[in-house]
Protein backbone atom coordinates (compact mmCIF):
# COMPACT_ATOMS: atom_id res chain seq x y z
CA UNK A 1 0.00 0.00 0.00
CA UNK A 2 1.59 3.33 -1.10
CA UNK A 3 1.93 5.97 1.68
CA UNK A 4 -0.56 8.98 2.13
CA UNK A 5 0.54 12.05 0.94
CA UNK A 6 0.86 14.75 3.40
CA UNK A 7 -2.11 17.12 3.21
CA UNK A 8 -1.79 20.84 3.00
CA UNK A 9 -2.63 21.46 6.80
CA UNK A 10 0.23 18.86 8.09
CA UNK A 11 2.95 20.31 5.66
CA UNK A 12 2.29 23.95 6.80
CA UNK A 13 3.04 22.97 10.57
CA UNK A 14 6.32 22.13 9.27
CA UNK A 15 7.12 25.53 8.71
CA UNK A 16 9.06 27.82 11.12
CA UNK A 17 7.19 30.66 12.86
CA UNK A 18 7.50 34.30 11.89
CA UNK A 19 9.15 35.97 14.85
CA UNK A 20 10.06 39.46 13.45
CA UNK A 21 13.92 40.24 12.16
CA UNK A 22 15.46 37.63 13.76
CA UNK A 23 14.27 34.46 12.26
CA UNK A 24 12.54 36.51 9.08
CA UNK A 25 15.24 35.73 6.15
CA UNK A 26 14.81 31.93 6.78
CA UNK A 27 11.51 32.10 7.41
CA UNK A 28 11.13 33.56 4.08
CA UNK A 29 12.85 31.26 2.32
CA UNK A 30 10.72 28.16 3.99
CA UNK A 31 7.73 29.56 3.40
CA UNK A 32 8.38 30.68 -0.40
CA UNK A 33 9.52 27.31 -1.01
CA UNK A 34 6.05 26.18 0.23
CA UNK A 35 4.28 28.37 -1.48
CA UNK A 36 6.07 27.53 -5.00
CA UNK A 37 5.09 24.31 -4.89
CA UNK A 38 1.44 24.75 -4.14
CA UNK A 39 1.67 26.69 -7.18
CA UNK A 40 0.50 29.68 -5.19
CA UNK A 41 4.02 31.78 -5.26
CA UNK A 42 2.64 33.71 -8.48
CA UNK A 43 -0.50 35.33 -6.88
CA UNK A 44 1.76 36.53 -3.64
CA UNK A 45 4.44 38.87 -5.42
CA UNK A 46 2.09 40.10 -8.28
CA UNK A 47 -0.83 42.15 -8.19
CA UNK A 48 -3.96 41.00 -9.14
CA UNK A 49 -6.10 43.94 -9.92
CA UNK A 50 -9.19 45.01 -9.48
CA UNK A 51 -10.71 42.60 -10.83
CA UNK A 52 -9.23 39.21 -10.57
CA UNK A 53 -10.70 35.96 -11.17
CA UNK A 54 -12.20 33.75 -9.26
CA UNK A 55 -9.42 30.69 -9.62
CA UNK A 56 -7.18 34.14 -8.83
CA UNK A 57 -9.14 34.50 -5.88
CA UNK A 58 -9.02 31.39 -4.43
CA UNK A 59 -5.71 31.13 -4.70
CA UNK A 60 -4.71 34.54 -2.73
CA UNK A 61 -7.22 32.48 0.05
CA UNK A 62 -5.22 29.79 0.02
CA UNK A 63 -2.20 31.77 0.26
CA UNK A 64 -3.31 34.31 2.78
CA UNK A 65 -4.33 31.35 4.96
CA UNK A 66 -0.37 29.73 4.81
CA UNK A 67 1.32 33.21 5.54
CA UNK A 68 -1.23 34.07 8.46
CA UNK A 69 -0.99 30.23 10.04
CA UNK A 70 3.07 31.11 10.06
CA UNK A 71 3.04 34.02 11.94
CA UNK A 72 3.28 34.65 15.60
CA UNK A 73 0.59 35.53 18.03
CA UNK A 74 2.69 38.94 19.31
CA UNK A 75 3.45 40.17 15.75
CA UNK A 76 0.10 39.09 14.19
CA UNK A 77 -2.57 41.94 14.85
CA UNK A 78 0.49 44.24 13.19
CA UNK A 79 0.44 42.36 10.07
CA UNK A 80 -3.11 40.78 9.53
CA UNK A 81 -6.20 42.78 9.41
CA UNK A 82 -10.05 42.34 8.24
CA UNK A 83 -8.84 43.83 4.60
CA UNK A 84 -5.81 41.91 3.86
CA UNK A 85 -6.19 38.19 5.62
CA UNK A 86 -8.00 36.94 1.96
CA UNK A 87 -5.43 38.43 0.64
CA UNK A 88 -2.34 37.06 0.45
CA UNK A 89 -0.56 39.59 -1.79
CA UNK A 90 -1.68 42.03 0.53
CA UNK A 91 -0.28 40.09 3.27
CA UNK A 92 3.23 39.35 2.16
CA UNK A 93 3.36 43.00 0.90
CA UNK A 94 2.66 44.14 4.36
CA UNK A 95 5.31 41.85 6.01
CA UNK A 96 7.99 42.75 3.39
CA UNK A 97 7.11 46.45 4.13
CA UNK A 98 8.05 45.77 7.96
CA UNK A 99 10.63 43.37 7.83
CA UNK A 100 12.07 43.53 4.44
CA UNK A 101 12.84 47.37 3.54
CA UNK A 102 16.22 49.04 3.66
CA UNK A 103 16.77 51.06 6.13
CA UNK A 104 19.56 52.94 7.26
CA UNK A 105 19.10 51.13 10.58
CA UNK A 106 18.79 47.59 9.45
CA UNK A 107 22.01 47.96 7.20
CA UNK A 108 23.94 48.85 10.17
CA UNK A 109 22.41 46.32 12.18
CA UNK A 110 23.44 43.83 9.48
CA UNK A 111 27.32 45.09 8.85
CA UNK A 112 27.78 45.10 12.63
CA UNK A 113 26.96 41.41 12.67
CA UNK A 114 28.73 40.79 9.90
CA UNK A 115 31.82 42.06 11.18
CA UNK A 116 31.41 40.71 14.89
CA UNK A 117 31.71 37.12 13.01
CA UNK A 118 34.70 35.51 14.54
CA UNK A 119 36.65 31.97 13.55
CA UNK A 120 36.45 30.30 17.12
CA UNK A 121 38.18 26.90 16.58
CA UNK A 122 34.65 25.40 14.57
CA UNK A 123 34.44 25.93 11.27
CA UNK A 124 30.86 24.17 11.00
CA UNK A 125 29.78 27.34 13.58
CA UNK A 126 31.57 29.72 11.55
CA UNK A 127 29.94 28.61 8.28
CA UNK A 128 26.83 28.99 9.54
CA UNK A 129 27.26 32.37 11.04
CA UNK A 130 28.46 33.84 7.98
CA UNK A 131 25.48 32.10 6.07
CA UNK A 132 22.92 33.46 8.75
CA UNK A 133 24.80 37.04 7.94
CA UNK A 134 24.53 37.07 3.65
CA UNK A 135 20.56 36.38 4.21
CA UNK A 136 20.00 39.26 6.30
CA UNK A 137 21.45 41.50 3.89
CA UNK A 138 19.78 39.54 1.01
CA UNK A 139 16.26 39.77 3.01
CA UNK A 140 16.77 43.99 3.31
CA UNK A 141 17.25 44.05 -0.86
CA UNK A 142 21.07 44.64 0.00
CA UNK A 143 23.24 41.66 -1.39
CA UNK A 144 27.14 42.31 -0.92
CA UNK A 145 29.18 41.68 -4.12
CA UNK A 146 30.34 37.93 -3.62
CA UNK A 147 34.02 38.91 -3.96
CA UNK A 148 33.93 41.01 -0.88
CA UNK A 149 32.58 37.97 1.11
CA UNK A 150 35.07 35.99 -0.23
CA UNK A 151 38.00 38.35 1.00
CA UNK A 152 36.37 38.99 4.49
CA UNK A 153 35.85 35.22 5.35
CA UNK A 154 39.64 34.57 3.94
CA UNK A 155 40.95 37.24 6.31
CA UNK A 156 38.68 36.46 9.38
CA UNK A 157 40.22 32.79 9.32
CA UNK A 158 43.92 33.98 8.33
CA UNK A 159 44.68 34.44 11.84
CA UNK A 160 44.53 31.03 12.77
CA UNK A 161 44.24 29.33 9.81
CA UNK A 162 46.97 30.60 7.29
CA UNK A 163 48.22 27.67 5.49
CA UNK A 164 44.60 27.56 4.76
CA UNK A 165 43.85 30.31 3.53
CA UNK A 166 47.25 30.44 1.75
CA UNK A 167 45.80 27.95 -0.35
CA UNK A 168 42.78 30.27 -1.18
CA UNK A 169 44.40 33.37 -2.30
CA UNK A 170 45.66 32.59 -5.62
CA UNK A 171 42.91 30.76 -6.44
CA UNK A 172 41.08 32.80 -8.83
CA UNK A 173 37.61 31.33 -9.15
CA UNK A 174 36.99 30.87 -5.00
CA UNK A 175 38.22 34.12 -4.15
CA UNK A 176 35.67 35.30 -6.30
CA UNK A 177 32.78 32.91 -5.64
CA UNK A 178 31.78 32.94 -2.12
CA UNK A 179 29.39 30.31 -2.71
CA UNK A 180 32.37 27.99 -4.03
CA UNK A 181 34.69 29.51 -1.00
CA UNK A 182 32.35 28.32 1.55
CA UNK A 183 31.16 24.85 -0.07
CA UNK A 184 35.30 24.11 0.35
CA UNK A 185 35.41 25.04 4.13
CA UNK A 186 32.10 22.93 4.10
CA UNK A 187 34.79 20.13 2.65
CA UNK A 188 37.35 21.15 5.40
CA UNK A 189 34.79 21.27 8.34
CA UNK A 190 33.68 17.79 7.33
CA UNK A 191 36.96 16.56 7.65
CA UNK A 192 37.80 18.18 10.68
CA UNK A 193 34.61 16.13 12.18
CA UNK A 194 35.51 13.10 10.77
CA UNK A 195 39.07 12.79 12.16
CA UNK A 196 38.04 12.03 16.03
CA UNK A 197 35.56 9.38 14.72
CA UNK A 198 38.63 7.86 12.97
CA UNK A 199 40.79 8.16 16.47
CA UNK A 200 38.29 6.42 17.96
CA UNK A 201 37.49 3.40 15.75
CA UNK A 202 41.68 3.01 15.43
CA UNK A 203 41.68 3.18 19.19
CA UNK A 204 39.08 0.74 19.52
CA UNK A 205 40.78 -1.59 17.22
CA UNK A 206 44.03 -1.43 19.24
CA UNK A 207 42.37 -2.29 21.91
CA UNK A 208 39.97 -5.40 20.64
CA UNK A 209 43.69 -6.90 18.74
CA UNK A 210 44.57 -9.55 20.64
CA UNK A 211 48.19 -9.47 22.61
CA UNK A 212 48.26 -12.68 24.39
CA UNK A 213 50.43 -15.05 23.12
CA UNK A 214 49.13 -17.90 21.34
CA UNK A 215 47.69 -20.95 24.00
CA UNK A 216 50.25 -23.67 24.71
CA UNK A 217 49.97 -27.64 24.07
CA UNK A 218 46.91 -28.85 25.00
CA UNK A 219 44.99 -32.03 24.30
CA UNK A 220 47.52 -34.32 22.94
CA UNK A 221 48.53 -31.55 20.36
CA UNK A 222 52.05 -29.66 19.87
CA UNK A 223 51.29 -26.20 19.21
CA UNK A 224 53.79 -24.97 16.68
CA UNK A 225 54.97 -21.82 17.92
CA UNK A 226 56.06 -23.60 21.26
CA UNK A 227 59.09 -22.72 22.58
CA UNK A 228 60.51 -26.33 22.61
CA UNK A 229 60.28 -29.27 20.06
CA UNK A 230 57.61 -31.97 19.25
CA UNK A 231 60.33 -34.18 20.99
CA UNK A 232 60.03 -32.78 24.12
CA UNK A 233 56.30 -31.59 24.18
CA UNK A 234 54.43 -32.74 27.20
CA UNK A 235 51.31 -32.84 25.81
CA UNK A 236 52.76 -35.28 23.15
CA UNK A 237 54.61 -37.38 25.60
CA UNK A 238 52.75 -37.10 29.43
CA UNK A 239 55.18 -39.52 30.77
CA UNK A 240 57.86 -36.71 30.30
CA UNK A 241 55.59 -34.04 32.52
CA UNK A 242 57.87 -33.50 35.89
CA UNK A 243 55.65 -33.08 38.83
CA UNK A 244 56.36 -30.01 40.12
CA UNK A 245 57.20 -28.81 43.51
CA UNK A 246 57.55 -24.94 44.86
CA UNK A 247 60.08 -22.87 43.65
CA UNK A 248 63.16 -23.16 46.06
CA UNK A 249 64.45 -19.58 45.20
CA UNK A 250 62.67 -16.55 43.44
CA UNK A 251 65.66 -15.24 42.53
CA UNK A 252 66.37 -18.18 39.82
CA UNK A 253 64.62 -19.52 36.84
CA UNK A 254 64.28 -23.08 38.60
CA UNK A 255 61.91 -25.38 40.04
CA UNK A 256 62.07 -28.72 41.96
CA UNK A 257 60.82 -32.01 41.42
CA UNK A 258 60.95 -35.50 42.10
CA UNK A 259 62.68 -37.88 39.89
CA UNK A 260 60.13 -39.07 37.50
CA UNK A 261 61.96 -37.59 34.60
CA UNK A 262 63.04 -39.73 31.32
CA UNK A 263 66.78 -40.52 30.48
CA UNK A 264 68.11 -38.20 28.50
CA UNK A 265 69.24 -40.65 26.06
CA UNK A 266 66.29 -41.60 25.24
CA UNK A 267 65.30 -38.03 23.71
CA UNK A 268 66.96 -37.03 20.48
CA UNK A 269 69.06 -33.85 20.69
CA UNK A 270 67.50 -30.90 19.05
CA UNK A 271 70.51 -28.15 18.39
CA UNK A 272 68.27 -25.69 15.98
CA UNK A 273 65.57 -25.51 18.78
CA UNK A 274 64.67 -23.78 22.03
CA UNK A 275 64.94 -25.94 24.94
CA UNK A 276 63.03 -25.07 28.15
CA UNK A 277 64.75 -27.08 31.16
CA UNK A 278 62.49 -28.06 33.84
CA UNK A 279 64.87 -29.20 37.14
CA UNK A 280 64.81 -31.55 39.28
CA UNK A 281 66.54 -34.22 41.91
CA UNK A 282 69.91 -32.88 43.59
CA UNK A 283 72.66 -33.79 42.37
CA UNK A 284 76.57 -32.84 43.58
CA UNK A 285 79.30 -31.94 40.49
CA UNK A 286 82.64 -32.61 41.20
CA UNK A 287 84.81 -30.51 38.69
CA UNK A 288 87.89 -33.01 37.34
CA UNK A 289 90.68 -30.41 37.99
CA UNK A 290 93.87 -29.96 39.97
CA UNK A 291 92.55 -26.71 40.77
CA UNK A 292 90.37 -26.20 43.65
CA UNK A 293 86.85 -24.78 43.63
CA UNK A 294 83.24 -25.02 45.29
CA UNK A 295 80.38 -26.00 43.04
CA UNK A 296 76.98 -25.19 44.36
CA UNK A 297 74.92 -28.21 44.57
CA UNK A 298 72.42 -28.38 41.53
CA UNK A 299 68.90 -29.83 40.11
CA UNK A 300 69.14 -32.39 37.67
CA UNK A 301 67.10 -30.94 34.42
CA UNK A 302 64.47 -32.67 32.28
CA UNK A 303 65.88 -30.85 29.05
CA UNK A 304 67.59 -32.84 26.34
CA UNK A 305 70.72 -31.58 27.54
CA UNK A 306 73.57 -31.36 29.82
CA UNK A 307 74.22 -27.75 30.18
CA UNK A 308 77.73 -25.98 31.77
CA UNK A 309 79.55 -23.25 32.04
CA UNK A 310 83.07 -24.50 32.59
CA UNK A 311 85.23 -25.67 29.69
CA UNK A 312 87.02 -28.14 32.82
CA UNK A 313 84.17 -30.70 32.40
CA UNK A 314 84.29 -31.73 28.65
CA UNK A 315 86.56 -33.74 27.06
CA UNK A 316 85.81 -33.29 23.82
CA UNK A 317 84.09 -30.12 21.98
CA UNK A 318 82.12 -29.19 18.53
CA UNK A 319 81.13 -25.79 17.51
CA UNK A 320 77.15 -24.88 17.50
CA UNK A 321 74.30 -22.36 18.20
CA UNK A 322 72.07 -23.49 20.66
CA UNK A 323 69.73 -20.87 22.25
CA UNK A 324 68.75 -22.09 25.32
CA UNK A 325 64.72 -20.70 27.08
CA UNK A 326 64.76 -20.41 30.51
CA UNK A 327 61.86 -21.07 32.73
CA UNK A 328 60.59 -17.60 32.22
CA UNK A 329 60.59 -17.69 28.39
CA UNK A 330 63.97 -15.69 28.06
CA UNK A 331 65.81 -16.69 25.30
CA UNK A 332 68.85 -14.74 26.45
CA UNK A 333 71.19 -17.72 26.96
CA UNK A 334 73.59 -19.64 23.77
CA UNK A 335 74.98 -22.48 23.83
CA UNK A 336 78.10 -22.07 21.81
CA UNK A 337 79.44 -25.76 22.27
CA UNK A 338 78.70 -28.86 22.11
CA UNK A 339 80.59 -32.37 23.71
CA UNK A 340 81.25 -35.12 26.29
CA UNK A 341 81.44 -33.67 29.72
CA UNK A 342 82.40 -35.93 32.75
CA UNK A 343 80.90 -35.08 36.41
CA UNK A 344 81.41 -37.68 39.47
CA UNK A 345 78.42 -38.43 41.88
CA UNK A 346 78.70 -39.11 45.58
CA UNK A 347 79.75 -42.30 45.15
CA UNK A 348 82.72 -41.72 43.62
CA UNK A 349 82.19 -42.96 39.89
CA UNK A 350 82.44 -40.94 36.98
CA UNK A 351 79.56 -40.54 34.94
CA UNK A 352 79.95 -39.36 31.10
CA UNK A 353 77.51 -37.04 29.67
CA UNK A 354 77.66 -36.97 25.61
CA UNK A 355 75.62 -33.99 24.56
CA UNK A 356 76.58 -31.90 27.08
CA UNK A 357 76.20 -27.62 26.00
CA UNK A 358 78.65 -24.98 26.87
CA UNK A 359 76.67 -22.33 28.07
CA UNK A 360 78.26 -19.02 28.82
CA UNK A 361 76.88 -16.76 31.43
CA UNK A 362 74.53 -19.98 32.84
CA UNK A 363 74.32 -19.48 36.62
CA UNK A 364 74.68 -22.92 37.59
CA UNK A 365 75.26 -26.33 36.20
CA UNK A 366 72.28 -28.44 34.86
CA UNK A 367 72.71 -32.38 34.56
CA UNK A 368 70.01 -34.16 33.38
CA UNK A 369 69.55 -37.54 34.37
Not at 207 to 230: F, L, M, Q, W
Request: charge should be positive; glycine fraction near 4%; proline fraction near 8%.
Amino acid sequence: MAAATPSFKEELALLPMLKGESNFPMWTKRLRSFLKSKDLWSVVIADPGPNPTARIKKQMAEAGYAITMRIADFIHNGLVTEENEDNGYLIWKDVKDTYARYTTHRYTKCMTNWHAIKYEGKMLPFIRDIQDSLDAFASIAHPMPSKDVCSVIVSKLSHTRRALTDSFVFNADIMQNHLLLIARLKDVAEEEEEEPKRKERSAVALNNTRTRPPSGCRNGKHHPDATHPEATCWSLHPEMRPIRKPRQNPSQHHTSAPSNSVNSSAIPPVASQFEKPAFSHITTVIMLSVTPQTLPVVLDSGASHHMFNNMDFFTDTHACNTPISTGKNSADLVATLEGTASIMDSTGKIIQLPGSLYVPGLRLYHPSR
